[in-house]
Structures are given as structure tokens and as C-alpha cells.
């Protein structure tokens, strides 16, 4: 599942940890925050389960109003990465070890119902967030490409992500999306965000996907 969801520009900026990112400008006062969530049952390191937040942004560049709404986004956007949750000791090292990522160690369990299907983060022994998507007609969806960016000795390392043509469903009706956010303390944290309306929400029962090591770096 990917959603991604208006929030006030103010409250982006004071997540991103270079003058130099500029986040999409959805409107004046609005800019853009993903999130996604994912079962990734192979990979290299063997079977684990993620959930990430990302900010995309422009470096240098301040965008336009309406990018990402009446403006057409970048092709291959820059998206930076605050907040990584994995299940498992090794996808968590790997992503340090391999690109900086800020990912720390959750229960993250999938569930589903005929209608929806549930993604549930907790760590120690309380809930960070909940979130649930609803099982939309499939459709052929082309190939998505992105760069991933996180923040080491103050420079901006940048990767790339590279996700197969797929079988997806998509929606714009906020109606498709619950979240809600828990008492631990990054759930509050992530809930001080304000994220509002859903722009669109993507659900992907399957697909491929290659993430790269750090291909280029930026000073902060």
C-alpha cells in the first residue's frame, strides 16, 4: 500500500535537514507527505516487512504551486526518508550500512478482511499506527521509479528504487484509506504531522522491485 496525503508546509519543513529541499508545493500552505507499506516476502536479506514516510522534494528549487496536483511532478522524484520501521534485525543494519536509512525495529503484522487490508506497527508494547487501505479493482500500472534520499555526515546520499510493472488499483477517495496513530512516542510525533486529505492511495497485492546502494551525494 502507498498513500499520499496533504500537510502543511511548516510542519514538512521542520523534518527536512537541508535548506537545500524544497517539498512540493500542493498548494501555499501545502506540500506533500507518502507513506507506504510493504511485504517483502523474498528478498536478499530473506523475508521482512517495512513501513516509510517520505517528503518529496525539489533540491534548490522551489516548486511551483499545484506540483504534484495541476503541475506535473518530476519524473524520477527525490523523496526524502525520516521515518523507516522493519521487522527484522538484518533489513534494519543493511539499510544503515548500505544508505544511512533511519530504521529502527517494530512489529509490523499484515492482516485482511474481503474488503480491506490492515498494516499494524507497534514497539514496545505500544501502538505507533495503524493503517488500512481497501481492495480496488486492479488495472496494468507502468514501471515507478524514485530516488530515496537520507542524511549521513552532512551530506544527502541518494539512491534509487526501481519498482515493475504491476497490476494496481488507485484511488483518490480518502474513503479508501484509514489511519490512525497510537500513544507510542513516534506515533505522536508522526500524528503532530497534521496529514490531511489522501491525494491518491495505491494498492499493489504483488510485484518486483530493485533498491540500489548510495549512487550520488550532495553536501547538506
Given at each position: 500500500?502507498?498513500?499520499?496525503?496533504?500537510?502543511?508546509?511548516e510542519?514538512i519543513k521542520?523534518?527536512?535537514?537541508?535548506?537545500?529541499?524544497?517539498?512540493?508545493?500542493?498548494?501555499?500552505?501545502?506540500?506533500?507527505?507518502?507513506?507506504s507499506?510493504?511485504?517483502?516476502?523474498?528478498?536478499?536479506?530473506?523475508?521482512?516487512?517495512?513501513?516509510?514516510?517520505?517528503?518529496?522534494?525539489?533540491l534548490?528549487?522551489?516548486?511551483?504551486?499545484?506540483?504534484g496536483?495541476l503541475?506535473?511532478?518530476?519524473?524520477?522524484p527525490?523523496?526524502?526518508?525520516?521515518?523507516?520501521?522493519?521487522?527484522?534485525?538484518?533489513?534494519?543494519?543493511?539499510?544503515?550500512?548500505?544508505?544511512?536509512?533511519?530504521?529502527?525495529?517494530?512489529?509490523i503484522q499484515?492482516?485482511?478482511?474481503?474488503?480491506?487490508?490492515h498494516?499494524?506497527?507497534?514497539?514496545?508494547?505500544?501502538?505507533?499506527l495503524?493503517l488500512?487501505?481497501r481492495?480496488?479493482?486492479?488495472?496494468?500500472?507502468p514501471?515507478q521509479r524514485?530516488?530515496?534520499v537520507?542524511v549521513?555526515?552532512?551530506?544527502?546520499?541518494?539512491?534509487?528504487y526501481n519498482?515493475?510493472?504491476?497490476?494496481?488499483?488507485?484511488?483518490?477517495?480518502?474513503?479508501?484509506?484509514?489511519?490512525?496513530?497510537g500513544?507510542?512516542?513516534?506515533g505522536?510525533?508522526?500524528?503532530?504531522?497534521?496529514l490531511?486529505k489522501?491525494i491518491?492511495?495505491?494498492?499493489?497485492?504483488?510485484?518486483?522491485?530493485?533498491l540500489?546502494?548510495?549512487?550520488?551525494?550532495?553536501?547538506?
Amino acid at each position: 500500500m502507498a498513500v499520499f496525503m496533504i500537510a502543511p508546509l511548516e510542519k514538512i519543513k521542520s523534518i527536512l535537514p537541508s535548506k537545500r529541499m524544497h517539498p512540493f508545493r500542493l498548494t501555499p500552505w501545502h506540500g506533500m507527505v507518502t507513506m507506504s507499506a510493504s511485504q517483502h516476502k523474498e528478498s536478499d536479506i530473506g523475508p521482512y516487512n517495512g513501513v516509510n514516510i517520505g517528503v518529496p522534494f525539489v533540491l534548490d528549487k522551489a516548486t511551483p504551486v499545484f506540483t504534484g496536483i495541476l503541475r506535473k511532478a518530476p519524473d524520477v522524484p527525490l523523496i526524502y526518508v525520516p521515518y523507516l520501521a522493519v521487522n527484522t534485525e538484518i533489513a534494519r543494519v543493511t539499510g544503515i550500512e548500505l544508505a544511512n536509512n533511519p530504521g529502527f525495529l517494530a512489529e509490523i503484522q499484515f492482516a485482511e478482511d474481503d474488503q480491506w487490508i490492515h498494516c499494524v506497527v507497534n514497539a514496545d508494547g505500544s501502538n505507533i499506527l495503524k493503517l488500512s487501505g481497501r481492495k480496488l479493482n486492479l488495472k496494468k500500472f507502468p514501471r515507478q521509479r524514485f530516488c530515496p534520499v537520507t542524511v549521513k555526515d552532512n551530506r544527502l546520499l541518494r539512491s534509487e528504487y526501481n519498482f515493475s510493472k504491476s497490476d494496481t488499483g488507485v484511488s483518490r477517495k480518502s474513503s479508501d484509506v484509514r489511519l490512525e496513530f497510537g500513544d507510542h512516542p513516534m506515533g505522536m510525533k508522526l500524528k503532530e504531522l497534521n496529514l490531511g486529505k489522501v491525494i491518491q492511495y495505491q494498492y499493489c497485492p504483488s510485484g518486483q522491485a530493485i533498491l540500489t546502494t548510495v549512487t550520488e551525494s550532495y553536501p547538506v
